[in-house]
């Protein structure tokens, strides 16, 4: 069979390098092609755009960006047409990717969907077009099949792929240069404009503790000199690529809201996830958001499992406050990481990504 996949994103990317490596073992026969990354190249895709060129973020930037996200919307349709694949299989991203699955339909080509766009957040008819145009959905959030049965649609819970890289992964120690401090680690984000909106704040809290030391988990997709504010500080360290090493040494961590939340809860390291954007997309936000949190932590356990903040509460007062809290008040990170273990148990299904081939192969024979 042929498979083209979009993600646009550096998770989407290694879910994607999952999900090709778990279809290879089933479909001797299988090729490969796609928008993706490295770690969707690494297992025999051939890569047609590269995701770092299609991370905007927010509702400004993409409106500033149009002309280009256009571009790169004719170049995948260009692509898909001349591979011609028995399936195109669209992971997250889903302002770009519901185009492409509008323009799959129009051509006949079956459109799979791996990492539901997030629809239940806001505009939530949007799952009466997603029905329209997608053939299989697979959703890796517990609630979200109970909320796609409210449009009377039957989609597959193939568990998390987060917890598939966290269980894959092999802890190791990081030589981090600490004096017998307590260790934070920090992950500002993995795009330039979310890394942007939080650094300043981060920053500041570091320099008001010098009694702990906060290791700074960098990615190498975009410019370092973003991290460039907090050169210098004696009790800072950089480092890339041990996201999951820093986070399994640390007595609490700093995260801007996105996967890393849940990649942080089931490495158990008690967190206080901080966002902010522009103060237009946040009025936006507000406008059209229809959720109470905005951590996957809280969404999935339905309730507050680690504190928020966000915007105008994101500032060093408060951050400072409640970095305190997780460093020296027992109770709440007792609670924090009671909570983290129900969230595992939730999501312990079994393999995402192989459960995703393995009903994608199943259609696919069926349907052929």
């Given at each position: 069979?042929?498979?083209?996949?979009?993600?646009?994103?550096?998770s989407g990317d290694l879910h994607g390098g999952n999900l090709v490596e778990s279809?290879?073992?089933?479909?001797?026969?299988?090729e490969f092609r796609g928008f993706g990354g490295d770690e969707m190249k690494q297992?025999?895709?051939?890569?047609?755009?590269?995701?770092?060129?299609l991370a905007f973020m927010g509702f400004i930037e993409v409106l500033l960006n149009?002309?280009?996200?256009?571009?790169f919307l004719k170049e995948a349709k260009s692509s898909i047409l001349e591979f011609q694949p028995d399936v195109v299989i669209l992971i997250d991203y889903g302002g770009f990717n519901l185009?492409?699955?509008?323009?799959?339909?129009?051509?006949?080509?079956?459109?799979?969907?791996?990492?539901?766009?997030?629809?239940?957040?806001?505009?939530?008819?949007?799952?009466?077009?997603?029905?329209?145009?997608?053939?299989?959905?697979?959703?890796?959030?517990p609630f979200e099949k109970d909320f796609y049965k409210?449009?009377?649609?039957?989609?597959?819970?193939?568990?998390?792929?987060?917890?598939?890289?966290?269980?894959?992964?092999?802890v190791v120690d990081v030589n981090i240069n600490n004096k017998?401090?307590?260790?934070?680690?920090?992950?500002?984000?993995?795009?330039?404009?979310?890394?942007?909106?939080?650094?300043?704040?981060?920053?500041?809290?570091?320099?008001?503790?010098?009694?702990?030391?906060?290791?700074?988990?960098?990615?190498?997709?975009?410019?370092?000199?973003?991290?460039?504010?907090?050169?210098?500080?004696?009790?800072?360290?950089f480092f890339t690529g041990e996201t999951y090493n820093l986070l399994a040494k640390s007595k609490a961590a700093i995260v801007t809201s996105g996967t890393a939340t849940l990649e942080t809860a089931l490495l158990s390291t008690p967190q206080v996830v901080v966002y902010r954007t522009s103060r237009i997309s946040y009025w936006i936000g507000r406008m059209v958001i229809q959720i109470g949190y905005i951590s996957?932590?809280?969404?999935?356990?339905?309730?507050?499992?680690?504190?928020?903040?966000i915007q105008d509460d994101f500032n060093t007062a408060r951050l400072n406050k409640e970095l305190q809290l997780l460093l020296k008040d027992d109770s709440v990170k007792e609670q924090i990481l009671d909570d983290y273990q129900d969230i595992k148990k939730l999501l312990d299904i079994g393999s995402a990504s192989k459960n995703t081939a393995k009903l994608i192969v199943k259609y696919l024979q069926v349907n052929t």
């Open positions: 069979m042929k498979y083209y996949l979009i993600a646009g994103e550096r279809i290879s073992a089933l479909d001797a026969k299988s297992r025999g895709v051939e890569i047609d755009r590269h995701y770092k060129d149009l002309s280009k996200i256009s571009k185009k492409i699955a509008s323009f799959l339909r129009k051509n006949n080509i079956r459109c799979y969907y791996y990492i539901t766009p997030k629809v239940w957040a806001w505009n939530r008819k949007r799952a009466w077009k997603i029905k329209r145009l997608v053939d299989r959905m697979f959703v890796i959030l409210k449009y009377n649609w039957e989609v597959d819970y193939v568990g998390n792929p987060v917890l598939d890289a966290i269980k894959k992964h092999d017998e401090k307590d260790i934070v680690a920090v992950l500002p984000g993995s795009r330039v404009q979310e890394v942007k909106n939080v650094i300043s704040t981060i920053c500041n809290t570091i320099k008001q503790n010098d009694h702990i030391h906060f290791v700074i988990a960098k990615v190498d997709n975009i410019d370092q000199s973003i991290y460039g504010i907090l050169d210098g500080l004696e009790n800072v360290e996957l932590v809280n969404l999935i356990a339905n309730k507050k499992v680690v504190t928020e903040l």
